[in-house]
């Protein structure tokens, strides 16, 4: 009986974790990358990034990190549940005259674990 028990117990725990992982969060965003354009120098520069969640779990969000000290980033910090939106929003100083390409790096508990966002332009 002892072995009986323990074979359905192992048995139901293999089905419990297998359908764990079969439930995952994926992004969709709606661009990947974006141009700002000519902006003026010493005027900072923002974009949202807007993203869905198409996947069948929650998204956490869990870092965002730009490729230099010029740029910030917020994001929604809140698990986006499948069908919901969110937003990375990122901000680029435009200190420098010419142009420029900057990475933010998005980490998550996604399908795609890590995801890169782009922005570019010119400073005048």
Known sequence: MKKTVGILAMFIAIIGFTSM?????EFKFEKETHDFGSIPQNKPAS???KFTNSGDAPIIINEVKPS???????FTRTPVKPGESGTVTVTYNAAAKGPFTKQFTVKSNTKTPVKTLTVKGNVE
């Not at 992982?21 to 969060?25: D, E, N, Q, S, Y």
């Not at 230099?68 to 917020?74: F, H, K, L």
């Open 21 to 25: 992982t079969l439930a995952i969060g």
């Open 47 to 49: 974009f949202d990034f």
């Open 68 to 74: 230099c000290g010029c740029s910030v980033a917020e």
